[in-house]
């Protein structure tokens, strides 16, 4: 979020340039500063793992670690390595933003006896993920850096020199030594490569931090093993032998002077290793969502729950969401986004955010036996990419259902390569259970975060009441529910591939239509710049519905901007921005709505700001009125039909009636909030950075991924009041819900500097940050919590707190509260 905040006191990157230009300056991998201990084998000698700069053209000042340029970027051919901080820095428009950092060896640990517990934490995860990646091209679009080994001070900024000592050990043991030594602890085997593997995976980690904190890259992703989030200071765990994320935490924080790091664990168990480790931390946010089952689940830990929120001076910098079921899906890992883990995440501006990336908490697993699909993985790295400024690591933990796991991998690289998502599939609402965890988190939380409690207070409720849903109970490996579960996994895992081989990514994703604006702009090269418009007929026969559209100007604009909403429903392009002189707004909206639903689009979510009105004649169900209208205008006036009645694939009955065809019409403006109906809903625009990102958060979104639209139009009228970090962070969520289709409107009064920020967060780019957190205002509170009121029984994504449900006799309610928030 740096660059364009302006400038209060805070860490981010133009708060504090010193770490990151120090960084560049001193080249942060040699020249240590405060910590000569970290990342340096010895005095004078480059940090261990690190090669010299073999890169001819460059002149970084430090050894970075250089891999072969893949294929794709033809620029600065002299050498055949391309050092990461010269990508970054050049501008040629081939620069890569994703590190994968990777390293063979890891695959050598296994296990060398039999334990059906430790079994599914085998070398194919690694090789599998690989496979997958390199078969959708995505590895190739990585800057592929080879994990070094972490020096033993590295490993000391969490585990004791007795722990480590113990782990150099392992590497001379025979197989009954290692056997025995395993038993010590809880889920773990050890390997002769062990040691070996552990370490890289910590320098895979470390090694990613620096790439994406030098600004060699915007993000990336560790492929490592063994994982780490259940290691702890003097003991492994669940598979764990060094904590992977907390060290790279504590460096990030040592090493490039960072104050504020957001650990994502969305594994499925809990990493109590982090919270061990961070619990008494303010700098460090560690947000966990496990299987939990009441404290039924591995780990088993009292320190799971919900009420577990940090000491001293780290209370509230744990947050702890709790799954009391199996069977948590799309919806409710993007509910718990929305309503925890995202108003806690802005509050505390993180200038880096960790994510323990997990993917036993993805459909098939058999460990988690949750359902979430592969793609959720795309929306919620991409909800986490509007923050620090899009500086984003993912560190492989979990995740043992191998062709689950692969493709959950694929889509966190997609999105980390600024790739649209596909659609969410499923429903969208959240389990009763999802929502009681929720609400406990909620309530938990409130005291410690602002922006829980500008959304109104949430009752308090026992962790431990039990809901009176139909469970989902966990399955025994071989039963024949087992096989109903895998079944159904490959079945939604084969869907998923099909759609990628059906929605291939374009290669053209946002392209930008503008008139006035156009000598001032600059945009970003991969944005296409366009000139061409819509056939003169068809235009004209849209520019009959509404006087203000007949004058010239107001004409060559809707040429334009039917050119480009054709290109988005055609699939030829995938999102874009056009301008509209100032009396035409509201008539050029009217004529995309009617074209966007006469050609293709099912759902229609628009979203309106300032003084747009919404069509007179579009239904209270959001439906629109049959074409009849334009049929007999263009019928009357031109030789031909527009295109729309040409190419449309509806028979010309259906046409008439656009069966299920629905437009939202989410207006932010004036100072009432209003729902009409389900389909039409007025808020005020908030006054505050926290009001803003309350009104995005709790409804917008909400109402997006509940709606799940084909396309989005963000339309910025007359008097909308949205500064420019507002409307680059609306446009960049709001491309989750349609699988990346947003139809930017502007005026052409618009700021050339507006629409290039918007340009570039079409394009995956992370949105400038709004600035200083600051709380919002009772009435924008009130208008929230009103809305929710009258729209969460049909727009379910809105709950944030379980329906109340009679219970069959008082003894159960009769518990509820008696031992809450107690630790
Ligand atoms: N059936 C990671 O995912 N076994 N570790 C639990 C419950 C231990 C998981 C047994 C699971 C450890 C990184
Ligand atoms: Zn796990």
Redesign the pocket.
């Known amino acids: 979020m740096g660059q364009h905040s302006p400038g209060p006191p805070g860490p981010q990157a133009s708060r504090q340039p010193s770490s990151r230009q120090a960084a560049l300056r001193g080249g942060v991998l040699g020249a240590g500063s405060e910590s000569e201990e970290v990342g340096k084998s010895g005095p004078g000698s480059p940090p261990v793992g690190l090669l010299p700069c073999l890169d001819s053209a460059c002149s970084c000042p430090g050894s970075l670690p250089v891999v072969p340029a893949p294929g794709g970027c033809k620029e600065g051919t002299g050498s055949a390595f391309t050092c990461p901080a010269r990508v970054a820095q050049s501008d040629h428009g081939c620069a890569m933003r994703t590190a994968l950092v990777y390293h063979e060896d890891m695959t050598a640990a296994q296990l060398l006896w039999e334990d059906p517990?430790?079994e599914i934490?085998r070398p194919e995860r690694l090789t599998a993920a690989l496979e997958r990646l390199r078969q959708w091209g995505l590895e190739q679009r990585c800057l592929q850096l080879a994990a070094r080994e972490a020096s033993e001070a590295e490993l000391g900024l969490v585990h004791s020199p007795e722990y480590v000592s113990l782990l150099r050990g392992t590497q001379t043991l025979s197989t009954r030594e290692l056997q025995a030594l395993s038993g010590q602890y809880?889920?773990v085997y050890f390997h002769p490569s062990t040691f070996h593997c552990a370490r890289l995976a910590v320098g895979a980690a470390l090694q990613l931090v620096d790439a994406v904190l030098t600004g060699a890259v915007h993000n990336g992703l560790a492929l490592v093993r063994p994982?780490?989030?259940?290691s702890q200071r003097a003991a492994a765990n669940?598979?764990?032998v060094f904590n992977n994320v907390a060290i790279a935490a504590k460096y990030a924080k040592q090493r490039h002077g960072l104050h504020r790091i957001l650990i994502v664990d969305w594994?499925?168990?809990h990493g109590q290793g982090i919270q061990y480790i961070f619990e008494d931390d303010p700098s460090v946010l560690y947000f966990s969502w496990h299987r939990y089952e009441h404290g039924h689940?591995?780990?088993y830990l009292r320190e799971s729950d919900a009420d577990a929120v940090g000491q001293g001076q780290g209370r509230g910098f744990t947050v702890n969401l709790p799954w009391n079921q199996v069977g948590m899906g799309n919806a409710d890992y993007v509910a718990a986004f929305l309503h925890v883990l995202l108003p806690v995440a802005f509050e505390f501006d993180p200038e880096l955010v960790l994510i323990s990336a997990?993917f036993?908490s993805a459909i098939g697993d058999p460990?988690g036996q949750m359902r979430a699909t592969p793609e959720c993985f795309s929306h919620l790295t991409q909800l986490l990419q509007v923050l620090a400024g899009g500086r984003v690591c993912a560190v492989l933990?979990?995740?043992?259902h191998l062709e689950s796991l692969s493709q959950s991998v694929c889509m966190v690289v997609k999105a980390l390569l600024g790739d649209p998502a596909l659609p969410l599939s499923g429903p969208m609402e959240p389990h009763h259970s999802a929502l009681e965890s929720i609400q406990s988190v909620r309530a938990a939380q409130t005291p410690h975060w602002k922006s829980l409690r500008q959304q109104g207070s949430t009752p308090i409720l026992n962790p431990s009441t039990y809901s009176l849903e139909r469970r989902a109970s966990p399955v025994s490996p071989g039963g024949p529910k087992f096989k109903a579960a895998e079944a159904q996994a490959s079945a939604a895992l084969s869907s998923l591939l099909d759609q990628l081989h059906l929605n291939p990514t374009l290669p053209v994703r946002t392209a930008v239509a503008l008139t006035a604006l156009d000598a001032a702009l600059v945009l970003p090269a991969d944005v296409l710049r366009q000139e061409g418009s819509a056939p003169q007929e068809e235009t004209r026969a849209w520019a009959r519905l509404h006087e203000a559209l007949a004058q010239d100007k107001a004409l060559t604009a809707l040429g334009k901007v039917l050119h480009l909403l054709n290109g988005i429903l055609d699939g030829q392009v995938s999102s874009g921005i056009a301008a509209t002189p100032e009396p035409a707004a509201a008539p050029t909206l009217d004529v995309v709505i009617r074209r966007s639903l006469s050609h293709g689009a099912r759902r229609l979510l628009c979203v309106a700001v300032g003084q747009l009105d919404r069509p007179a004649d579009l239904a209270d169900d959001g439906s629109p009125p049959p074409p009849l209208l334009w049929s007999g205008l263009w019928r009357a006036n031109s030789s031909s039909p527009p295109a729309c009645a040409r190419s449309s694939p509806l028979t010309p009955r259906a046409c008439s009636l656009f069966p299920g065809r629905r437009n939202l019409w989410l207006n932010i403006r004036g100072k009432e909030a209003a729902a009409p109906s389900m389909f039409q809903v007025s808020v005020p625009l908030p006054g505050t950075t926290g009001g803003f990102v309350s009104c995005v958060l709790a409804l917008v979104l909400p109402l997006a991924y509940g709606f799940q639209p084909d396309l989005v139009l963000v339309a910025l009228g007359p008097a909308h009041g949205l500064q420019a970090p507002q409307a680059a962070l609306l446009a960049s969520l709001l491309r989750g819900p349609a699988g990346g289709r947003v139809l930017v409107l502007l005026e052409q009064g618009s700021t050339s500097q507006l629409a290039g920020i918007l340009a570039r967060v079409l394009q995956g780019e992370a949105p400038p940050g709004l600035g200083p957190f600051s709380m919002a205002s009772p009435e924008d509170t009130q208008a929230l919590i009103y809305l929710r009121g009258q729209l969460e029984a049909e727009w379910k994504m809105l709950q944030v707190a379980a329906p109340r449900v009679p219970r069959p006799g008082s003894l159960k309610s009769a518990r509820v509260g008696v031992f809450a928030l107690q630790r």
């Open positions: 517990e430790c934490e809880d889920a994982p780490g989030h259940h669940g598979f764990c594994d499925v168990h689940f591995w780990p997990g036993d460990e933990e979990g995740g043992y």
